[in-house]
């Protein structure tokens, strides 16, 4: 079972980009997917997710409004789009998947090893 990330990379301040996670070894159909992320010497932070049928989605407060969490069940893929990027956003991010609603960093069944994004002022 594995959980890859792609998308990130360098981008000025006020730039995107957009984040996928491909998911290999079983169907998360019925999990729900979600990112978090860490800064260097920072503890690692809840993004967002979203629920299984993709009917619900949820957002930490720093993010809301910028990013737009998405699913391709059919792909196994869940995707983020980063939009109106700041210097605060630069972080690895890992993409997850879980089997609880809404997901903790403790719920986590599945993590994918993480992306760098980096957002220059």
């Known amino acids: 079972v594995q959980l890859q990330a792609f998308g990130g990379g360098l981008v000025q301040a006020g730039g995107s980009l957009r984040l996928s996670c491909a998911a290999s070894g079983r169907t998360f159909s019925w999990y729900a997917r979600g990112w978090f992320r860490q800064a260097p010497g920072k503890e690692r932070d809840f993004v967002a997710a979203i629920s299984w049928s993709g009917s619900t989605t949820y957002y930490a407060d720093s993010v809301k409004g910028r990013f737009t969490i998405s699913r391709d069940n059919a792909k196994n893929t869940v995707y983020l789009q980063m939009n109106s990027l700041k210097p605060e956003d630069t972080a690895v991010y890992y993409c997850?998947?879980?089997?609880?609603?809404?997901?903790?960093?403790?719920?986590?069944?599945?993590w994918g090893k993480g992306t760098q994004v980096t957002v220059s002022s």
């Open positions: 997850a998947a879980s089997s609880t609603w809404p997901p903790t960093i403790d719920d986590i069944d599945y």
